[in-house]
Every structure is written in structure tokens, then in C-alpha cells.
């Protein structure tokens, strides 16, 4: 009997899980592989197209490039999953059977139900994102005077806004473009939740790359030109860029799954409420404990080493392995700058200059390394 194993989703989850599956499946089972776009984009680099456009050919792996001749492909948008019948809806092709599914569908944007942010924002969630974002610093800077540089706020000072002001500054830089960044965070510190040796080595670098920090005040309402804070004033802006949070993707919505916000709750062997199901990376929530995995890249590439074996293990009625994250560090960038911290097996906590700049560099390489080659990873290591 052939088993239709389908996976969603092309980002480090679901591109992880196919070269997992690929070497885990036996002849018997076919893979077939369904995302809306037909590349997988080296996310934690894509601030890099904010400052460049042109790095994008280097940070995007075209599918074909990862996936196997026998591993079926189709580009098309989940729009659906129905558990019952086994099989996945989409928004242009016909419904896909399953007898197996993995949910890799990555996450949406969480606006917190503040007024007007969905509508007045830009997200950096894929390329077309930070394409978007270029060509609107780039418009909004050529309209600005020195004397009256435009206003660029990024609300969310996590991984990805901080990344993000660190290459609209890069930007500013390289181009002598006429701009003010602004970064915003409800909460008393910038890359909340973490270490306070990391967070201020990233004030330090953020403050001298010239970014204007604001914390401990939300943002209320977000209106065409202006942002409105709970205490602080009405802050204006050209260009709002929003990254303070992630919501499952709006095709889980109605599963039969357990889910929170449209992310499915799964076990520490990545199988949800149906055991036909499984799912990680940022769509899921997997259980750890005392708290789920982490919504970064290292738990996905994590998690997919692992889940195709459990998938061939379940076709096989075999016991499935238990999965536990292994936090390997942080590196965080700042334009040309980088900070790590917690790296294991180093004597030192947190760190900065060449030494973590090419760390980040070596992360990213050794991802696009796994999923193609070592050729590939060294002509992409110079815009990383």
C-alpha cells in the first residue's frame, strides 16, 4: 500500500522536514510538497534585502534545488485542512489527499486587536516584505531634506525589528538617505524576555547606528501617518514597519486540531490531536514541559531532523521519538554589527565584533549548506 506523506509549507520547518523525509521514507510512501511559493527563503537573512534588493538570489533556494525528482511539488495557497475526509484544501488546484500531513505553514502577523495597525503597517514575514519595505524608505528618502528627514518606525523591538532598524540605518548610511529610524517596544526593554547583557550590547549598537529607542509605552492606535501611544505622544511617521508579534496562519482556522490562534498544540513527537497530523516550526506549538519550543529558526531545523523520522516511524507502527530543544545561542545583527550570546562550548556569555558577525555568517551558510551544498553557502557567505 502506498502512503501519501504532504507537507506545508516551504520555510526552515517545512524545507527541513523534506530533506528529512526524503532520506526516512521508504519506495512504498510518495512526498508531496505544497507551498505558495516555489523557493525557500533563508528568513533570519531577509533584513538583508531591507538595506539590497539584490542579495535576495542568495538567501531564496529554488525547490528544485531541495527537493528529490520523485518528491512532487505544487505551488499553490493551504487554504484548509480537513481531517476527516484526509485532505488538504487549496486555493486554486484540487484538494490534496493525505494519509500522512505535516504542518509547517510558518505564522501570521499578531496585530493584539490594536486599532489600525493591520491596515497602516508593513510586515517583514517573505521577500516580497522587505522588497516592499526598500522601495518605500527608498521613496519616502527621496522626498525628506536633511533639515526634515523621514520618519521610519519599526513597532516590535524583538529579533526581527531590531534586525530590521539595524539595515534601515545600513541603508541611511550607504545611501546618505535623509531618514530618522524610531524603534518601538511596549515593554521596559528592548529583545524583551531575554538576558540583560545581550539586550543592552544591542542598545549600544542600535543607539550608535542612530536609532531612536522607545520602550515601556504600546502602542494604542495606529493611524494613516501617526502612531498613538498609551502615555507617551502621538509619534508621525512615513514608513511603519510592524513585527511585535506572530498568529497562526488563517488556514487552520476551523481544524478540528487543538489549537492556540490557529497554532496546533502537538506533542514532543510533533503528533496533534489526530494522529495523521503532525506539525512544527512556527505553526505549532510543541510541547516541552514547563513551556513550548521556542518560534525561531534553530527549534525548526531542530524539529525537522527529527519529524520525518516519526513519520516514517508511524507509517511503520513504530514507537515515535521524543524530541527536546537544544538552545544553542543567540546571534542577533545590527546592520554590519552582531552580538551573540549563550553559545555553548565558548567561555565567554555574550560577545560582539568580527567574531560574531561571522557566526551569524556561519549559521546561515550551514543552513543553505544542508539543504544544497557547501558550493552554494560560501557564494552567498559574502551578502550574509
Known sequence: MTDNVVVLGSGYAGAGAIKSLQSELNETARLTWI?????????HESHRVVRDPSVRSDITIPVADIADPKTRFITDTVTGLDTEERVVELADGENVEYDYVLVALGSGTAYYGIPGLAE??????????????????????????????AQVVIGGAGLSGIQTAGEVAAFRDENRAPLEIHLVEALDEIFPGNDPEIQQALRGL???????????????????????????DPLEYDVFVWTGGITGREALDGTDLDNQHNRVEAKANFRTSDERVFAIGDSAIVDQGSQPAPPTAQAAWQAAEVVGENISRAIDNRPLKTWEYDDKGTVVSVGDEAVAHGVKMLPVDTFGGFPAKNLKKLIAARWIADLTSWNRARKAWSVL
Open 35 to 43: 507551498s505558495d511559493t516555489d523557493y525557500h527563503l533563508v528568513l
Open 120 to 149: 497602516h503597517s508593513l510586515t517583514l514575514k517573505g521577500l516580497d516584505d522587505a522588497l516592499e519595505i526598500n522601495e518605500q524608505i527608498t521613496e519616502a528618502s527621496r522626498d525628506a531634506t536633511r533639515g526634515e528627514p
Open 206 to 232: 542600535l543607539e550608535e547606528a542612530g536609532v531612536k529607542i522607545h520602550t515601556d509605552d504600546p502602542i494604542t492606535e495606529a493611524e494613516d501617518g501617526v502612531i498613538h501611544f498609551d502615555e507617551g
